[in-house]
């Protein structure tokens, strides 16, 4: 039984230093030029093959955003999370991967939304502020990425009223953000209830 334990919680180390060495991966892409140096080459043998699993997923890629890293990363503190409770005593039970599993599913889909509120409210405070031109500009391609997805949101709201752009970034951050407080709360309930299983 000790053996199982401390086999789980190697486990879980082992996959907690992989996480960290993805997250260091993506960060150097994002910096130019830093993916030639040895230490960028050696990251990119190790974690590419994992990380393109998920890259080219259609439904994790939003206008210019693709999401495909963030959910990767969920899934190895997800299977990190696990191994621990496992080598840590904990029971393991159908309710107790259940739960696991809903808090995966939520924790990827509240980041999403969380990071478009982020942007909707960003954007909303710039134009508020002043209407600078910015065409060609990093605006621009979030304006482009997140303007039809703004404007879906709000036609469920708006009736049959024409509404501006800054109106319709109001109107999705509300559905936004009350859909991450009403999630949260279903999904904490609902864990709870499942782990008791």
């Known amino acids: 039984m000790f053996v199982i334990r401390y086999f789980f919680r190697a486990i879980s180390i082992l996959i907690t230093l992989y996480t960290l060495l993805c997250i260091v991966r993506i960060l150097i892409t994002w910096i130019p030029g830093a993916s030639y140096s040895k230490f960028a080459r050696f990251l990119s ?3 590419d093959p ?4 998920f890259h080219g997923m259609k439904f994790l890629v939003l206008g210019s955003f693709d999401f495909s890293p963030a959910v990767a990363l969920c899934i190895l503190f997800a299977a990190s999370s696990f191994a621990s409770r496992i080598g840590s005593g904990g029971s393991l039970s159908v309710g107790t991967v259940l739960g ?11 980041s999403v939304l ?15 502020v002043h209407k600078p031109s910015y065409q060609g500009s990093l605006l621009d391609q979030i304006d482009r990425s997140i303007t039809p997805l703004a404007y879906r949101i709000a036609d469920v709201f708006k009736g049959k009223k024409n509404i501006s ?14 859909l991450l407080v009403l999630g949260t709360f279903i999904v904490t309930k609902l864990s709870k209830f499942v782990t008791i299983i």
């Open 165 to 178: 752009y800054k109106e319709a970034l109001i109107i999705a951050s509300v559905v936004i953000f009350l």
């Open 50 to 53: 994992y990380l393109n699993l």
């Open 114 to 128: 969380s990071f478009l509120l982020i942007l909707f409210i960003v954007r909303v405070i710039l134009l508020a």
């Open 45 to 47: 043998k190790v974690c």
């Open 100 to 110: 696991l599993v809903l808090t995966l599913a939520w924790t990827i889909v509240s």
